[in-house]
C-alpha cells in the first residue's frame, strides 16, 4: 500500500496554483490546437504539461490553511524562529512547501537540510545540519507558530541570514 504525505499550504497559496493550473492548461489546449510541431513548440509544451502534473500533485495532496496546533513544535504550517548559532542572526522563515508559498516570509521545506534538521524541534532545542558545502551549521528554535497566528498578528519577518 502506498501512502501519501499530505503537504501544508495557505489559502492564498492555494488559490495562486489553483489560478496558474487553469491558465497553464489553457495555454496548453491553445498550442495543442494550432498544431504546433516545430521542436521549440513541443519543447514549451512538455514544460507545461510538467509544471501542470506538478500543481496538480500538489494540490492533490494539500492540506490548505488548517494550522497545525499551536504547540510550538516546528512542522509544516508553522512560522519559525531560529537563531544561527555561530553567528546570533535570527531568521523567520514559514516551514512549508517551496514553489507554493511567496511573498515576504521565507520558505523552506521539510525536505531541504535546515527545514528537515529542524522539524520537530521545541523551543530553546538546538539542531546542526549540514550544507551541501560540507559545511555543519548548529541553530537554535527561538519560537514556533502557526502560520495563521502569525499572519494575524503581524509579525516582523527575517530580520537577517
Known sequence: MITTQRVWISPQAYERLQQELATLRRLS??????????????AVQRGWWNRIQQIHDLLVTAVV?????????????MVVTIRYDDTGDIETFLLGIRGAEYGDLEVYSVQSPL???ITGARPGQRRDYEL?????????????VPYGMH?????EHAESR
Do not use: C, Q, Y
Request: hydrophobic share 40%; glycine share 16%; aromatic share 0%.
Open 151 to 155: 499572519t494575524a498578528k503581524g509579525h
Open 115 to 117: 527545514g528537515a534538521a
Open 65 to 77: 490553511g488548517e494550522d497545525p496546533p499551536d504547540d510550538g513544535i516546528a512542522e509544516p504550517g
Open 29 to 42: 489546449a491553445a498550442g495543442a490546437l494550432n498544431g504546433d510541431t516545430d521542436e521549440n513548440a513541443a
Open 132 to 144: 551541501p558545502s560540507g559545511a555543519v551549521l548548529s541553530v537554535t528554535v527561538l519560537r514556533a
